[in-house]
């Protein structure tokens, strides 16, 4: 299985910054699906609500899931950051009890919100990507591109 790296996705057109709240993004607010790690993938984000919003994701392979994942994007002082925990299909937690896998915000524009590691595209009302650095064995960083439609 492959680890998460902490890194940054570059973009190079250049777009308006627009202000660390939730109601920025949230466009990335509903049901989506699209297909990774060779099976299906749903990702449910929650509207804005209580200073956060909520996501679930699940992978699913020949019928059956693989994992779970549960996301948060919370308010932190004048920033937003993505928080993660990851679940086997049994529930049982990857990290500790006490560990998240954090991606503090580097910026909002009217299309993208880039997290230090994983960035949120909008590439229509019902379509997005969701680049994720990911750090495999040998070291190297892979790019890993989810395509959601609603």
Known sequence: MVSLL????????QEDVLE???ENISWIAGNWTGNAFGGTIEENWSE?????????????????VSFYEIE??????????????HFGNDLKG???QDETIDFPLKKITSNR?????????R??????NVYVDMKQKDGSIKVM???YKK
Request: glycine share 6%; hydrophobic share 45%.
């Open 48 to 64: 804005p609500s209580g200073d956060s919003m909520m996501a679930t994701f699940k992978l699913i392979n020949n019928g059956k």
């Open 145 to 147: 591109t989810f395509h």
């Open 113 to 121: 919100v880039i997290f230090d590691g994983m960035t949120f595209e």
């Open 123 to 128: 590439i229509s009302n019902n379509e997005m």
């Open 20 to 22: 660390p709240k939730l």
């Open 94 to 96: 990857w990290e500790t």
């Open 6 to 13: 902490f890194g940054h996705t570059a973009f190079a057109q």
């Open 72 to 85: 948060i994007i919370r308010q932190l002082e004048n920033s937003l950051i993505l928080q993660l925990k």
